[in-house]
């Protein structure tokens, strides 16, 4: 009879110490899983939200590009001409003039100190000093013919 060694793939049962250290094994690999999965959830709710800021930038750029202008709080100078009839109101950064309308009957009296003006449905709160221009080359002509109307009146 001839013998020898071999070795081949057979199904073997595992003991108890080996099932207590798969399913240590399992467990460790789940909370890893899962604590991956959290973390994963976590950077992408902090892109989500850095995206859609940007998203809300672009839209917010692009609208400015588009449209070519935005609404802004302008300092302006409300005049009645009572001499004339009319009312105005002149950008003081610009000097240009925004609103012209001529005067109703009522309004070509002269106001009482009491009385805030009104302009189109608006009150109107005095004035004190006009701003000079931040940008003088873009507003000099308007500046200029301000200051005639000024001297005029």
């Known amino acids: 009879m001839t013998r020898k060694r071999v070795t081949r793939n057979l199904k073997c049962e595992f003991t108890d110490n080996e099932l207590k250290k798969f399913a240590s094994d399992m467990a460790q690999a789940i909370h890893k899983r899962d604590q991956a999965k959290d973390d994963l959830d976590s950077v992408k709710s902090q892109y989500t939200t850095i995206m859609k800021n940007a998203e809300a930038e672009m839209k917010d750029a692009g609208e400015k590009l588009r449209s070519g ?5 302008i300092d302006c100078e409300y005049c009645e001409d009572h001499d004339h009839g009319f009312i105005t109101v002149t950008r003081l950064d610009t ?59």
Do not use: C
């Open 69 to 73: 202008f935005e609404f802004r709080n």
């Open 95 to 153: 000097y240009e003039t925004v609103e012209s309308a001529k005067m109703s009957g009522k309004k070509q009296l002269p106001i009482s100190g009491d009385d805030e003006p009104e302009f189109l449905g608006h009150k109107i709160p005095e004035i004190e000093q006009p701003q000079e221009p931040n940008d003088e080359t873009s507003t000099e002509e308007n500046k200029e013919s301000f200051l005639e109307t000024e001297t005029n009146a």
